[in-house]
């Protein structure tokens, strides 16, 4: 008999906790992860939205006669491209990438386009590691984009070299997008490692713009480099906070809203302290702006603000149950909100 009363008040337990988990994730929007940060300054966060049309460039065989430019342009000057690698270039080693000399903006910048679904090297780059496999600099870092980032160092080390000692008041600039964000963040960590091989550069001439970032070094590293590296995040973009290896993601049987689910109820079990203490887990680099253009229950997008701090204590921890977690992802809405959100900020000046 107490058996066969038990079992009510089991199935009581389990519904409730399953009604708790469904109201802290359906609560659980993406202005939460940045609420308490303070308002980016706008020319601090004037180079982002160019520095997406430049990654954006990227994929255009001849920028003379683009075929995807927006509406305005990629403000660009053909004549100031140094170099272009293609995968051909790479031979799979690292993504596509430009070298462009910008002299409007004093900036010296190395662009790298994201993932390519349909090219296996990419995914042979971005697979290649296991959770903090490997140790750089006191911390740990993803190892395809870390192998990725000192290819590109060693390929480019002359040019670059160069260019900073024929410049010297410019600065020298890596941005990149999803797979090539994580690239980019790495080299940017390579080179301030390395600085006597770019003529001894000081540091804080260099800097990185890691858009859509993936999770790709340990958070004592995060922290150590947000002198350098800048993180841009669109409202609900999955993949910054997304802790899973990113091999677990592509090698999934599960679609990828599926997967985000399955995930955001595992991480709500976990208490946020014991996942911080983990020294290996990665997080999303640097300084983090956080485009915040959607309220919650409140239909349609609004004048985006920009929110910016480097949290010392986690970084976008928890997935957001929404339909915009994947298209956030995309540089072509973050380039337009960036752009919206800087336009808003000049208004007000």
Same mark, same amino acid.
């Given at each position: ?44 966060? %004037? ?11 990227? /994929? ?13 342009? /990629? ?27 910008? $002299?409007?903006? @004093? ?12 090219? %296996? ?20 870092? $993803?190892?395809?984009? +870390?192998?990725? @980032?000192?290819?590109?160092?060693? &390929? ?8 900073? %000692?024929?410049?010297?008041? /410019?600065?020298?600039?890596?941005? =990149? $997008? ?20 770019? =003529? ?21 590293? &995060? ?35 599926? +997967? +985000?689910? +399955? ?20 997080? &999303?680099?640097?300084?983090? /702006? ?9 239909? =349609? ?49």
């Amino acid at each position: 008999m107490s058996i066969i009363c038990g079992l009510p008040l089991v199935e009581c337990v389990y519904c409730l906790a399953c009604v708790r988990w469904a109201w802290k994730r359906c609560l659980h929007t993406a202005g939460h992860d940045s609420e308490t940060w303070g308002f980016a300054a706008t020319q601090e966060f %004037e180079p982002v939205p160019r520095l997406c049309r430049y990654i954006l460039a990227v /994929y255009e065989d001849d920028l003379r006669n683009p075929l995807w430019a927006p509406p305005g342009g /990629y403000g660009i000057n053909p004549d100031w491209l140094l170099l272009r690698k293609t995968y051909k270039d790479t031979r799979g080693r690292a993504p596509p990438y430009i070298l462009y000399l910008d $002299h409007d903006h @004093a900036d010296i910048v190395l662009a790298i386009r994201g993932l390519n679904l349909a090219r %296996e090297s990419d995914y042979a780059v971005l697979l290649d590691n296991k959770l903090g496999k490997r140790k750089f600099d006191g911390g740990y870092v $993803h190892n395809g984009l +870390l192998k990725a @980032a000192g290819w590109v160092m060693d &390929a480019e080390c002359e040019i670059l070299r160069e260019l900073v %000692e024929k410049y010297p008041n /410019y600065t020298l600039t890596f941005a =990149g $997008h999803s797979l090539g964000s994580g690239v980019a963040a790495a080299l940017s960590m390579v080179v301030v490692q390395n600085r006597d091989r770019l =003529g001894n550069i000081e540091r804080k001439r260099v800097r990185c713009y890691a858009i859509a970032p993936a999770r790709c070094m340990s958070l004592n590293l &995060a922290v150590r480099y947000a002198d350098v590296i800048n993180s841009v995040v669109l409202q609900d973009d999955f993949l910054p906070r997304t802790a899973t290896p990113l091999e677990d993601i592509f090698k999934s049987l599960f679609c990828l809203p599926c +997967l +985000l689910c +399955l995930r955001c109820m595992r991480d709500t079990c976990i208490p946020e302290e014991k996942m911080l203490k983990d020294p290996r887990r990665l997080y &999303a680099p640097g300084r983090l /702006y956080h485009i915040v253009e959607r309220k919650p229950f409140r239909l =349609g997008r609004f004048p985006p603000v920009v929110r910016t701090a480097v949290p010392v204590d986690g970084r976008f921890e928890h997935i957001v149950l929404s339909c915009n977690a994947t298209s956030d992802h995309a540089i072509i809405w973050i380039e337009k909100e960036a752009q919206r959100a800087l336009d808003v900020s000049l208004s007000t000046l």
